[in-house]
């Protein structure tokens, strides 16, 4: 059944495969050289995971750099790169790609590994911009505003999704009063039917998923009611657990929203100063990420990478991958116009910031247009419809003198 068209009227409304398996192996150490040689660690965003496990095979196949991550939420991340007495402990994740016939299968596979006592994290990952963790930061007692010897790098744009049970079919849309109401004030907040806090979902105070839902709707992350998650994956299966699916409401990353369509439905919102509701996408059914490249959809914000800085500058093996997971520069070196990172991006529901259009001044700020260096608008549009021709409107080209109308030859389009 297709999802229905918004409607704004209160609450009476792939290159790999998109997400990573897990997998049922016997834990090895995350500093066996055998197993994961010259291994990076990361920590951060749980909502990025699905996103970073792909281009984290792709960093393994095509320069031999194996990502150990620990999705241990966006603000844990800033606060484990900045505090440097905080280490990882227990086990994190690695990703793989069966071998088939001396060939690998499209479907990423998520690993364990046992990570050794003091293991520091090269990189951090945040949903959200350093002082948007001030909470967090001052519980720790670090500074409010970035040091000057940590560096901050922007990746692709994620959006964060009000989402339902797939059953529930009339709410379609929501003002940011409302969502206030239900997660602002729980049952007190009279919005019916979501007046059970046992089915209303929240992620945490840690959370950059959260911590831009709140910006979005004027809640503080500290104050949000319903049952509290400590990953995207645990808010699914707490939400699709609720007796009452009409009931059940929560707040979900876009990446991790493509590949769970089948058993959800997102909600469009209306945010601040806006008349009408917007989707992500153009519509309930598109994977465009339209109304995010645009800014009418209000609830996004850049993926923010935090590594330490020694005169001024990361370590080479930190700004290597960070380049990687930025898109700065190609994964694989012949892939010259860094389509398959375009790709990797579109096909999980993320955008890469040369298909952006506007950009933000701060989280939960205010958008101005936005013209990247390196426009990739058509090449985006093919990859997530999966055509085989031209987007509407699109010329293909190999060169700028194929181009008019002082269009440039730009990831294989003039544009």
Known sequence: ???????????????LSAAPARAQTTTVACNDTAVLPNVVYMAGSSAFEPTLAQLAVQIQAKQGISIVYDPISSCSGVVDIVDSTQTLSGTAHYYTVPTVDGGTTGSVTTNSCTLASGTKPLIGVSDVAYDSCGSNLAASGLPATLPATIGEWHGPVQSMLII???????????????????????????????????????????????????????????????????????????????????????????????????????????????????????????????????????????????????????????????????????????????????????????????????????????????????????????????????????VACTSDGQCSGGKRCQTGYCE
């Open 1 to 15: 059944m297709k999802k229905k068209a918004v409607t704004f009227a209160g609450l009476a409304v792939a290159l």
């Open 164 to 394: 339902v049970p797939e059953a529930n079919v009339t709410t379609t849309a929501m003002s940011m009063e409302q969502a206030a109401a239900i997660w602002g004030c729980g049952a007190k907040g009279n919005q019916t039917p979501f007046i059970d806090e046992t089915a209303i979902q929240q992620r945490s105070s840690t959370s950059g998923t959260q911590i831009m839902f709140a910006k979005a709707i004027g809640v503080p992350e500290t104050a949000f009611k319903g049952v509290s998650n400590s990953s995207g994956g645990n808010l699914i299966t707490s939400l699709l657990a609720v007796p009452n699916a009409q009931a059940a409401i929560g707040i979900l990353a876009a990446d991790a929203y493509a590949s769970q369509r089948s058993k959800l439905n997102a909600v469009a919102f209306r945010g601040r100063g806006q008349n009408k509701a917007y989707y992500a996408d153009s519509d309930a059914n598109a994977v465009d990420k339209k109304n995010v490249r645009d800014g009418h959809y209000v609830i996004q914000g850049p993926l923010h990478f935090f590594t330490t800085l020694s005169a001024g500058q990361p370590s080479a093996t930190a700004k290597q991958v960070l380049d990687y997971l930025s898109g700065n520069k190609p994964i694989d070196q012949a892939d010259t116009s860094n389509t398959n990172y375009i790709s990797t991006v579109a096909s999980l529901g993320d955008v890469p910031q040369c298909a952006m259009k506007v950009q933000l001044d701060k989280d939960g700020g205010n958008f101005s247009p936005y013209a990247p260096p390196v426009s990739c608008n058509c090449f985006f549009d093919k990859a997530v419809s999966k055509a085989t021709t031209a987007p509407a409107g699109c």
